[in-house]
């Protein structure tokens, strides 16, 4: 059973940092791409980051400069080192791995940014 498990969520203050993780079960994910979106409340899920299998990376522009994707394959993990957060990042962050029609979500974590 393919899993996705993401950790690191939590309370931080204004212009704090954060460090997401997301770790793959199940499958090796080496040729999926693999990244984050977040779901604020009242709003749609949105694009965060993500790695592509070739290293390639997109931002959503709201966090171009502050957020850092990353990933390891042979841990089957992605991380997001989120800096200068604001009150606009508090959203239920979700990891995603996908590849052709195949594609997983984790649960989520929840990342709060206090003013």
């Known amino acids: 059973q393919v899993q996705l498990a993401e950790s690191g969520g939590g309370l931080v203050q204004a212009g704090g940092s954060l460090r997401l993780s997301c770790a793959g079960s199940?499958?090796?994910?080496?040729?999926?791409?693999m990244g984050w979106y977040r779901q604020a409340a009242g709003k749609q899920r949105e694009l965060v980051a993500v790695r592509a299998s070739d290293g390639s990376t997109n931002y959503a522009d709201s966090v171009k400069g502050r957020f850092t994707i990353s990933r390891d394959n042979a841990k089957n993990s992605v991380y997001l080192q989120m800096d200068s957060l604001k009150p606009e990042d508090t959203a239920v962050y979700y990891c995603?791995?996908?590849?052709?029609?195949?594609?997983?979500w984790g649960q989520g974590t929840q990342v709060t940014v206090s003013s």
């Open positions: 995603n791995a996908r590849a052709y029609s195949l594609n997983y």
């Open positions: 199940g499958t090796r994910f080496s040729f999926y791409a």
